[in-house]
Nanobody, 115 residues
Framework: QAQLVESGGGLVQAGGSLRLSCVVS????????IGWYRQTPGKERELVAD???????NYADSVKGRFTISRDNAKNTMYLQMNSLQPDDTAVYYC?????????WGQGTQVTVSS
């Protein structure tokens, strides 16, 4: 079991930046796969970025070079730094942690990018 609490969403103009944070309860954080998805109305949730157990980062093509995922094991926190934001990045962003092949999700945080 894990509980995830997100923060950092909001309204930003195109070209701006935001940093999302996700605090995860439990001691397994440092060895578990983690990541971020996003979802817009009427569409399926899509992967934005993740970090594998080995520490390898993976990004959706649409955010490569603009977004950076990171983790601070001492704080049980993952981050998503989002730069050069575009209106197409508008979505609800969800963090997750995978434990025993099951994903546990945060509550979601709204990111809105105005043109």
């Amino acid at each position: 079991q894990a509980q995830l609490v997100e923060s950092g969403g909001g309204l930003v103009q195109a070209g701006g930046s935001l940093r999302l944070s996700c605090v995860v309860s439990g001691s397994i954080f440092r060895i578990a796969p983690i990541g971020w998805y996003r979802q817009t109305p009427g569409k399926e949730r899509e992967l934005v970025a993740d970090i594998s157990t080995s520490g390898t980062s993976n990004y959706a093509d649409s955010v490569k070079g603009r977004f950076t995922i990171s983790r601070d094991n001492a704080k049980n926190t993952m981050y998503l730094q989002m730069n050069s934001l575009q209106p197409d990045d508008t979505a609800v962003y969800y963090c997750y942690i995978e434990i025993m092949f099951k994903k546990f999700w945060g509550q979601g945080t709204q990111v809105t990018v105005s043109s």
